[in-house]
């Protein structure tokens, strides 16, 4: 392998109940990606190990996040679809990549020492190297852009700087094997293998807040099953939680500046504008003075219009996961292609013997 192709990589944990902020802050946006480029979706299962994770639902999980992606319009056979724990190359990367990563950069990660809380020296491992597996799912495709939320954007980075340091570590050693392309490091130009992958931020509702709570991220792990909307919920279940919602007692601003100080009030738009794909001001056009009693109605009809059919598709799916385990397999076997031959040109970049067998 060697000319750089744009690519997109992303993925999503199997953790279970799959919620709107989960779609409209991923798959959503994975859905358009696929006419402008080659995609790889990931249902990242290792990853969701790093946190301990019931054996008897692991698989359903899987499957659950596997069906959403189907649901949602991602076309498996144009693009790939599988889940990670089939490509051992995945993991075999990563330790190339824990040896080029520096503990340094690795300590400055915010999300491990959100996870990890004061008990980070009970944490696992996996927790604190998931950046370098992060690292590895993107480079093992040498994906050229990642769709990521804000929290994953400094992982991102980090996969940015491995990248750029296993270049510059082999920039020779890579252009006498006639690998990669020459790239601009500084003021310098190397021979590079891995391309310095681009984010893909932002959108309205890139960060989807709790509906009982717009201060707090939309969770799983929330108590209270008003605060979310699950992706397997049917239209009953989806308008009755969005008519629960917590707003506060002012109509909606003619401006989104008007929204400052009204985390759930700014939430709800947000979400409107997300599922109708537009922005929070064309909404506050339409909307501008209206109470919150005209307003949920209207974001209730919209919701249950684009998410009951994904829901309805989803379970259909779940049902019978026949179709769901074919194209795991099917993504897995077009993946590992790939990944087969860029870990052997890591190998011989690197200098092992018998890397192409």
Same mark, same amino acid.
């Given at each position: 392998?060697?000319?750089?192709?744009?690519?997109?990589?992303?993925?999503?944990?199997?953790?279970?109940?799959?919620?709107?902020?989960?779609?409209?802050?991923?798959?959503?946006?994975?859905?358009?990606?696929?006419?402008?480029?080659?995609?790889?979706?990931?249902?990242?299962?290792?990853?969701?190990?790093?946190? &301990?994770?019931?054996?008897?639902?692991?698989?359903?999980?899987?499957?659950?996040?596997?069906?959403?992606?189907? *649901?949602?319009?991602?076309?498996?056979?144009?693009?790939? @679809?599988?889940?990670?724990?089939? /490509?051992?190359?995945? *993991?075999?990367?990563? &330790?190339?990549?824990?040896? /080029?990563?520096?503990?340094? &950069?690795?300590?400055?990660?915010?999300?491990?020492?959100?996870?990890?809380?004061?008990?980070?020296?009970?944490?696992?491992?996996?927790?604190?190297?998931?950046?370098?597996?992060?690292?590895?799912?993107?480079?093992?495709?040498?994906?050229?852009?990642?769709?990521?939320?804000?929290?994953?954007?400094?992982?991102?980075?980090?996969?940015?700087?491995?990248?750029?340091?296993?270049?510059?570590?082999?920039?020779?050693?890579?252009?006498?094997?006639?690998?990669?392309?020459?790239?601009?490091? %500084?003021?310098?130009?190397?021979?590079?293998?891995?391309?310095?992958?681009?984010?893909?931020?932002? %959108?309205?509702?890139?960060?989807?807040?709790?509906?009982?709570?717009?201060?707090?991220?939309?969770?799983?792990?929330?108590?209270?099953?008003?605060?979310?909307?699950?992706?397997?919920?049917?239209?009953?279940?989806?308008?009755?939680?969005?008519?629960?919602?917590?707003?506060?007692?002012?109509?909606?601003?003619?401006?989104?500046?008007?929204?400052?100080?009204?985390?759930?009030?700014?939430?709800?738009?947000?979400?409107?504008?997300?599922?109708?794909?537009?922005?929070?001001?064309?909404?506050?056009?339409?909307?501008?003075?209206?109470?919150?009693?005209?307003?949920?109605?209207?974001?209730?009809?919209?919701?249950?219009?684009?998410?009951?059919?994904?829901?309805?598709?989803?379970?259909?799916?779940? *049902?019978?996961?026949?179709?769901?385990?074919?194209?795991?397999?099917?993504?897995?076997?077009?993946?590992?292609?790939?990944?087969?031959?860029?870990?052997?040109?890591?190998?011989?970049?690197?200098?092992? @013997?018998?890397?192409?067998?």
């Amino acid at each position: 392998m060697s000319k750089i192709q744009e690519r997109v990589f992303s993925g999503i944990q199997p953790t279970g109940n799959l919620h709107l902020g989960n779609y409209l802050g991923a798959i959503k946006k994975f859905v358009p990606l696929q006419n402008d480029y080659n995609c790889i979706y990931c249902v990242v299962d290792l990853h969701a190990i790093t946190v &301990w994770q019931d054996p008897a639902e692991m698989a359903a999980n899987i499957r659950e996040v596997t069906a959403a992606y189907l *649901a949602s319009g991602i076309d498996p056979k144009k693009h790939i @679809v599988f889940n990670q724990s089939q /490509v051992a190359e995945h *993991a075999e990367l990563a &330790w190339i990549f824990n040896c /080029v990563a520096r503990m340094g &950069w690795l300590n400055r990660m915010t999300q491990f020492k959100e996870k990890a809380g004061k008990d980070r020296e009970k944490a696992s491992v996996g927790l604190f190297s998931y950046p370098t597996l992060m690292a590895s799912d993107i480079l093992t495709y040498r994906a050229t852009h990642v769709p990521v939320g804000e929290d994953q954007k400094q992982h991102l980075e980090l996969t940015r700087d491995i990248a750029q340091k296993f270049n510059n570590d082999f920039s020779d050693r890579i252009k006498e094997l006639s690998l990669g392309e020459p790239m601009k490091v %500084g003021d310098e130009t190397v021979q590079g293998y891995f391309p310095i992958t681009e984010p893909l931020i932002g %959108g309205p509702a890139a960060r989807v807040m709790s509906l009982r709570d717009g201060s707090k991220k939309m969770s799983k792990s929330d108590p209270s099953d008003l605060s979310r909307i699950v992706m397997t919920d049917d239209a009953d279940a989806i308008a009755k939680k969005i008519r629960k919602a917590k707003t506060d007692a002012d109509p909606l601003p003619e401006t989104i500046e008007g929204l400052e100080g009204r985390p759930e009030a700014d939430n709800l738009v947000g979400i409107f504008a997300a599922l109708t794909d537009t922005d929070q001001a064309s909404v506050l056009k339409d909307y501008a003075g209206a109470q919150f009693g005209t307003f949920k109605p209207a974001l209730a009809d919209v919701a249950v219009e684009k998410i009951a059919p994904i829901a309805d598709e989803m379970r259909r799916l779940q *049902a019978d996961p026949t179709e769901i385990d074919a194209v795991l397999k099917d993504g897995s076997d077009r993946a590992r292609e790939i990944a087969c031959e860029t870990l052997a040109d890591v190998k011989e970049i690197v200098g092992f @013997v018998g890397a192409r067998r």
